[in-house]
């Protein structure tokens, strides 16, 4: 017996046995955010193979994804600091990597067929929004304590995804690929970036609960979202999530005007 098991030997022996730490991952949750990273990468791939439709739409699931995993985890009990990190990656992938290929696959390399220039500002462009979704998931991860629970700091990465993506659904969707089509991809793209990185507040919708009670009319709004957004998918989700990105200025004019204060979450962190 060496003198690390007599060692351990004394202090089951004192204190009783020794527990050690089980080590893994909890399972349900974590599949959930590889369902993540994995629309990512298919949307990638997808944007590569010239499949524009179909990157846009894994986007798309790739949001499903990332909105349950949370959840889960949440409701099962089962958070870790592993799953947190884990989430951070693949939505890094997922929201900030995929989109910018997809803009790239789809229009920077047909831009730079009229003009070289073009051409050289769209892939600074798309980089810009690669680097804002990187820098808002930093962000994010390192305010928790400092932002009202209630707000999202800057414009989430899976809604400014869902704003790229979407634009390119409906372009994709109708054909579009002319110079017009393309010189707006750019600026919206931009705007996504800039939204992500901006210091505008968004409600996060925290307050809402899939488990109390709601006033009986807005019980229908729910299948009223899903028979509208059956209509036509690309551009109601466009119109849906432009919206939204939108809102994060016009609140802040409106609270500008209001004279309220800026969603700040106590000095404590509660």
């Known amino acids: ?70 959840r889960v985890a949440r409701w099962t009990r089962t958070t870790s600091g592993f799953g947190k990190e884990y989430d951070s990656l693949s939505d890094m992938v997922a ?44 962000r994010f991860n390192t305010r928790t304590t400092v932002v009202d629970k209630r707000y999202f700091e800057g414009l989430p990465s899976p809604a400014a995804a869902a704003v790229v993506a979407g634009f390119i659904w409906c372009a994709a969707s109708f054909g579009l690929s002319g110079l017009a089509a393309l010189m707006v991809a750019l600026p919206v793209t931009a705007a996504a970036a800039m939204l992500m990185v901006s210091q505008f507040y968004y409600s996060s919708f925290k307050g809402v609960s899939l488990t109390g009670r709601v ?45 309220r204060p800026i969603p700040t979450a106590p000095e404590h962190g509660v």
Do not use: C, K
């Open 215 to 259: 006033r009986y009319s807005y019980v229908p709004l729910v299948p009223l979202t899903i028979a509208l957004i059956a209509l036509h998918p690309p551009i109601v989700l466009l119109v849906l999530f432009g919206g939204f990105a939108l809102s994060g200025p016009i609140a802040a004019i409106g609270r500008r005007l209001r004279g």
């Open 95 to 138: 929201f900030g990597v995929a989109p910018a290929i997809v803009v790239y696959q789809w229009g920077v390399t047909r831009i730079a067929e009229y003009s070289l220039v073009w051409g050289r500002v769209g892939w600074v462009v798309t980089f810009l929004y690669a680097v804002a979704a990187a820098l808002r998931l930093a």
């Open 1 to 70: 017996m060496t003198d690390h098991d007599a060692s351990a030997a004394g202090a089951a022996g004192s204190d009783g046995p020794v527990r050690r730490r089980r080590r893994g991952i909890y399972l349900l949750p974590n599949l959930l955010t590889t369902g993540t990273l994995f629309s990512g990468f298919y949307a990638i791939i997808g944007a590569i193979d010239g499949h524009y439709e179909s990157a846009a739409q894994a986007v798309f699931v790739a949001m499903l994804f990332d909105g349950l995993d949370g």
